[in-house]
């Protein structure tokens, strides 16, 4: 098992273009963006527009879909918590809520993500900040925010699959100052492979993932322009109570679920990290109070930045209700459950995971006594 995983993580621009675009698996995480000029976007599709003859290259080897091996990546967070095999290396989990009136305004839930961003970047502890900016109504784009009003501008989460990740390589290329990152778990998964590869392990001074159980793809954005009453939506959100909710001109307006899910990309389907595990920080929503976040602390350089919000002002949190954690668990088994299903049926779209056998009965319902 072992010798495979090794092969597996390694190969090159033809690997890439066979098992991860051809195969329609590229989650469009952007870290390849940047690593080769021949690589590019065309709306959130990645596509190589030179054909490249290295036999091996740092496009694949950064790709999350190239191989992933959850064991390695746990091995791999410093200064992580205990791994678990569900909701990955944890130190604590918290409710929790940004405490300044315009961070709570403009956050998708209770704007933890911005709030501490804010703070990364207001107490040096990140000099820049590459977010997903955009309306939710059109396809988003990278940000990097080095202050207060970008920052808060990109707040609210854009339910499509932005390569966030395509500026990085130049940024880590041009300077020496502290990075703060916030992106989607394929995306976290790819920046801890590109530190494997010692590139700018020293930069990458903290990652905020937030959850993400699907993505859409960009022709959700041509299907909203087909509706008129949503052209002035300033936020949208898939709430518990079900459906598509935008929120225009002070009122919303729901469309059902399942006018959306045709849009869902493909690769999302084969994902098996809905809670970005191997983040500093990971931040969901709570699935019962809109006004607050899930808030998964991960590593020390988390709980050291989350410590200095809460000191500051900025943040407020509050233990997780006991009562509340098997639900997570069991939404964050249901997806992994069915990407294993897949993975030991053979098909090709779960190949890229390498789950030993100890992960694999540790995700059976019976290990956690049918929760
Ligand atoms: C595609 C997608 C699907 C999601 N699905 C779920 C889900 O099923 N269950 C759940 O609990 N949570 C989900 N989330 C997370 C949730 O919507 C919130 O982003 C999260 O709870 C943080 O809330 P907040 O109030 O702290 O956000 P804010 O303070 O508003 O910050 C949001 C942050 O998300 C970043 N962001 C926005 N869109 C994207 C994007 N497309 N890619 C990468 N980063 C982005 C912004 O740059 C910003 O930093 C999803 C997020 C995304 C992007
Ligand atoms: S690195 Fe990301 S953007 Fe590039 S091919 Fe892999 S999944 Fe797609
Ligand atoms: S579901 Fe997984 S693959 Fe799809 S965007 Fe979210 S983290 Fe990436």
Redesign the pocket.
Known sequence: MAQRTVEAQRGGPRDLQARVLETGLCTACGACLGHCPYLKTLGERVAFIHPCPLPEGRCFEVCPRAALDPDRLDAQLAGAGPADPLLGPHLALHFAR?LDPE?KR??????????L?LFALGAGAAEAAL???GSPTAA?HP?VARDRATALA?????????A?LAPLAPLLREGSAPLAV???PC?VAALRKLEARGEGGHRLALV?G???????TPPFYRFLASRADLAPATKMD?PKEGGVVFSVNGGAVRIPLDQVRPFIRPACQSCFD?TAEWADLA???T?YDPDW??LVVRTARGQALVDGAVAAGALEVTPYPAERIPILRAAVRGKKIRVLAALEAGRAEAAYLEISPERRAALQPEAEGGA
């Open positions: 940004a961070v403009r956050g998708q839930y209770g704007g933890v993500t911005t709030a961003t977010l997903t900016g988003p940000v990109a707040a609210g989460t854009k339910y499509s699959a932005c966030t916030v992106g989607r995306q905020i937030v959850f993400c159980f699907w993505a859409l898939i809905p931040v969901g929503s699935e976040n899930t």
